[in-house]
Nanobody, 128 residues
Framework: QLQLVDSGGGSVQQGGSLTLSCAVS????????IGWFRQAPGKDGVKERE?????????GTTYNGDSRFTISKANAKNAVNLQLNSLKPEDTAVYCC????????????????????WGQGTQVTVSS
């Protein structure tokens, strides 16, 4: 059974950087799309999760919602990383990775409901 463990969150000042990691176990990246989502304080439920970036484990194609952020595969570790640069206070949120049973980011990147497996989330706090 596919499981995801996300990590790497923390507290940084505006303009700082963080690297989030999503470790995949119980399955292979080749058969899923991994997405990173964030949920701002006070917002609950899957529908309130904002897509940040997605990557196909099969062909490496990506969707990226913000040019400050970069998603990449770490194949040797069966993991997906999300590099967050030039962070702003409005980026403060719980960031979660999730897996969708798809080989293409098309058709899944814009809908959190299409992602069936979720990590536990990691808090990112950006202070001004």
């Amino acid at each position: 059974q596919l499981q995801l463990v996300d990590s790497g969150g923390g507290s940084v000042q505006q303009g700082g950087s963080l690297t989030l990691s999503c470790a995949v176990s119980g399955g292979y990246l080749d058969y899923v799309v991994i997405g990173w989502f964030r949920q701002a304080p006070g917002k609950d439920g899957v529908k309130e999760r904002e897509v940040v970036s997605c990557i196909s484990g099969s062909d490496g194609t990506t969707y990226n919602g913000d040019s400050r952020f970069t998603i990449s595969k770490a194949n040797a570790k069966n993991a997906v990383n999300l590099q967050l640069n030039s962070l702003k206070p409005e980026d403060t949120a719980v960031y979660c990775c999730a897996a969708a049973k798809s080989r293409s980011v098309k058709g899944v990147w814009d809908n959190a409901l299409k992602f069936s497996v979720w990590g536990q989330g990691t808090q990112v706090t950006v202070s001004s």
